[in-house]
């Protein structure tokens, strides 16, 4: 049983080269299928982001995986020419296994800990599982994957504060803020980073967002998008339970007295979908009859002069005594820094978010020894259960749980019986060889009758079924 | 009995003190900061069985509210107790340091001072119940000045833009307002009821505890407890004022009501 990955990366190639390999969905299904009616590879997933292109293969033995993927990319892509593949990475066995899980931990995007990596995966992991590429191995090494980001989120601040201006605005918000959810927010401008921004809050739950822009056709075509891009799916970051894949539990009769096993995911709609959300759009003039009732302003035109002055909204925002949190990210300025004076005016500028955003790098930085050892951790204890996978010692260790279990029938019994005592170690002796004939033929014919997959699978079902782990240890 | 509630009375402190490390961790390591611990629950019910043990112990069902550290013992435990269903609603416990450094300081003061054995009080029993909404305003008003102390702490950083420790581990701006507001809320209903009741008692002639100037200064105490309160309240209903002036007024009541009870405590003795 080989585990291999072969891939490129933003760590080997630039984005000229990598952009040729990668592959949308619907070419990763195709890949996918052709590999499933090939099958020379007996398992295999495909990791394709903006970042990076990793293909993962379980085989019988050694096979080039890399030629096989250049050979399908050109049929899918319809490429021609050579095909320069030096960028591309290889590793096997247990580098393979180091590599996805640091992979999934983040710990080799390009902004490390990012959350989205996560999501992305699990979206590989479910093409994979309806391609039926992805069965026992990949479906263990996926779920441990799993774990591995989840330790290094929970224990270890890899992924903590925000790494962009777009979200260092919303983390500002939340030191104000208990939650965004039911908070109203006014955008002022259309630049891409508030834009951003904007998704960014939306998610958070917010109730109301308004848009103003000195056109305010320009504002309606921003709410507009607003609104069509709302987040329709669970976030990225979600747990991997929610992933709706086909797992060990495929019996018709369990899932039908637990629908939710295979209908988790159509849970509760996310924070700031479209029944919730209310997104409207103003020109500038109104801005003083609506930022009384707001709680978060995010402002970014590219207008030379203040839009915010104190004289215009002071005032009201005085009487109000309600917390306003306003994020200028404009250059030059747009908010008069006079309303940051105000007791309930919380003002922060572009340089107070490049400020958070560097601190929170170089906290991120400080934390990756902690995440590689979680990685190296989980790795090692991956390799562990890998190895337990042998027929070998799985065939001595389930002997060896049936003679305990005749000795401790004996001991807790025997007495009971008059008769001769030789003669009940015979007889318990030989209905446990019995009992055990028949597994002991299925594992020895294992080989023959079936994949690799299949094979580590019925070990690994006949090891917890006994719960053979906890007899080796 | 007596070497039992000895034992106890010097336990409580350090009970006390484990959970102030405990949620110090958290403050500074930022670990479990939505985590429910089962301990501060254990704590609440130790300190509660040892308050009511030391005065049915010492008279046949008597009420433990009596003695001025004997009710910083109850605040004390008021306080974790008020404090813990807030941490629940909140589901922060970010602020924990805080409280309870603050009762652990109220208890370690009451365990060193408080006679094993409860003082012997004239008149029925009943005639104390005023001092249990007295001693609930009391813990509201030290949770209001906790809290107070924090959202102005919170707020002077976010205002100069400093994301140090404190802008990490603080709960947010919002929440300790919300929680300064409730402290005093409360702390104002509960006052309200002592000194309703209280008057009412003295109405009818029932004995109250303490005499003469001492019985004066509780009075007042409470008086300006309770108009602090009232202050807070009408000036953010009435009018409008940021939610800084009022942890303002949380902090300097809760700070004067301390010195105040202190000084008291002090010249009576």
């Not at chain 1, 290889?90 to 989205?116: M, W």
Request: with cysteine.
């Amino acid at each position: 049983m080989e585990l291999s990955v072969i891939g490129i990366s933003h760590r080997t190639a630039p984005v000229d080269v990598r952009e040729r390999f990668s592959l949308s969905d619907e070419q990763v299904r195709q890949f996918l299928r052709a590999i499933h009616a090939e099958n020379i590879f007996e398992e295999a997933l495909v990791l394709s982001t903006c970042n990076r292109t990793d293909v993962f293969f379980v085989s019988a033995g050694p096979r080039d995986g890399l030629g096989y993927f250049i050979e399908h990319v050109r049929k899918i892509k319809d490429l021609a020419g050579p095909m320069d593949t030096s960028a591309f990475y290889r590793h096997s066995g247990q580098e393979a296994v180091n590599h996805l899980f640091r992979v999934t931990a983040s710990l080799d995007s390009q902004i490390v800990g990012e959350h989205q990596i996560l999501g992305q995966i699990k979206e590989a992991y479910r093409l994979a599982s309806e391609e039926r590429t992805s069965r026992f191995l990949l479906n263990k090494l996926l779920h441990w994957s799993f774990r591995v980001g989840k330790r290094v989120q929970s224990e270890t601040q890899l992924g903590h504060g925000s790494a962009s201006i777009a979200q260092a605005a919303v983390e500002l918000s939340q030191r104000v803020f208990s939650e965004l959810a039911g908070k109203s927010v006014l955008f002022i401008g259309a630049g891409q980073t508030a834009q951003l921004a904007a998704r960014a809050v939306i998610r958070g739950g917010v109730h109301r967002v308004i848009v103003a822009n000195r056109t305010l056709s320009r504002a309606q075509e921003v709410a507009d998008d607003l609104l069509r891009q709302l987040p329709q799916a669970p976030d990225a970051d979600h747990d991997d339970e929610d992933v709706e894949v086909p797992q060990e539990i495929k019996c018709p009769a369990l899932l039908q007295m637990f629908p939710e096993l295979k209908t988790r995911s159509q849970a509760a709609p996310s924070a700031g979908s479209p029944n919730q959300l209310e997104v409207r759009a103003i020109a500038m003039e109104e801005i003083p009859s609506v930022i009384a009732g707001v709680d978060l302003l995010i402002s970014s035109t590219g207008s030379p002069d203040l839009v915010l002055t104190c004289k215009t909204v002071g005032d009201i925002l005085r009487r109000s005594g309600r917390p306003l949190f306003i994020v200028d990210i404009a250059v030059p300025r747009d908010v008069d820094p006079a309303l940051g004076k105000l007791t309930n005016v919380f003002l922060h500028n572009i340089d107070d978010l490049n400020l958070l955003v560097a601190r929170n790098i170089d906290r991120r930085r400080r934390e990756i020894p902690r995440a590689e050892a979680i990685v190296q951790d989980e790795a090692g204890r991956f390799a562990q259960w890998l190895d337990s996978l042998q027929l070998l010692p799985t065939v001595r260790l389930l002997q060896q749980y049936f003679e305990t279990l005749q000795k401790g029938v004996i001991q807790r019994y025997g007495h009971q019986f008059k008769a001769d005592q030789g003669q009940l170690d015979l007889l318990t002796q030989s209905l446990c060889k019995k009992l055990l004939h028949k597994p002991l033929t299925f594992l020895n014919q294992l080989p023959q009758s079936a994949g690799a997959s299949e094979n580590l699978a019925a070990i690994d079902l006949i090891r917890r079924m006994f719960d053979l782990d906890s007899l080796e240890k | 009995m007596d070497d039992l509630l000895k034992v106890a009375n010097w336990l409580l402190p350090l009970f006390y003190l484990a959970l102030l490390i405990d949620y110090g961790a958290t403050f500074f390591m930022a670990v479990r900061v939505q985590a429910r611990s089962p301990w501060v629950v254990a704590v609440i019910a130790v300190h509660a069985a040892f308050l009511v043990l030391r005065g049915t112990h010492a008279h046949d069902g008597y009420s433990p509210l009596v003695g001025q550290y004997g009710i910083l013992s109850v605040i004390a435990v008021s306080m974790a107790a008020m404090y813990w269903v807030l941490e629940r609603i909140a589901r922060d416990r970010r602020a924990g340091l805080f409280i309870f450094g603050l009762i652990f300081l109220f208890q370690y003061t009451a365990s060193v001072f408080l006679p094993t054995a409860a003082p012997e009080v004239a008149g029925p029993w009943w005639a104390r119940l005023h001092i249990l909404p007295a001693a609930l305003a009391y813990t509201a008003l030290s949770l209001g000045g906790v809290y107070g102390l924090l959202h102005l702490v919170a707020q002077h950083n976010l205002k100069k833009h400093r994301f140090g420790l404190l802008f990490d581990r603080l709960p947010p701006l919002e929440l300790l307002g919300k929680m300064t507001w409730w402290a005093l809320l409360h702390g104002f209903g509960f006052m309200t009821v002592s000194i309703a009741t209280g008057m009412w008692l003295a109405h009818s002639g029932v004995p109250l505890e303490g005499q003469g100037p001492k019985l004066a200064a509780k009075i007042a105490i409470g008086s300006f407890a309770w108009v602090i309160c009232l202050v807070a309240i009408l000036g953010r209903t009435a009018g409008k004022w940021p939610m800084s002036r009022i942890s303002l007024i949380a902090v300097a009541g809760f700070l004067t009501i301390m010195a105040l009870l202190v000084a008291s405590a002090t010249l009576s003795s």
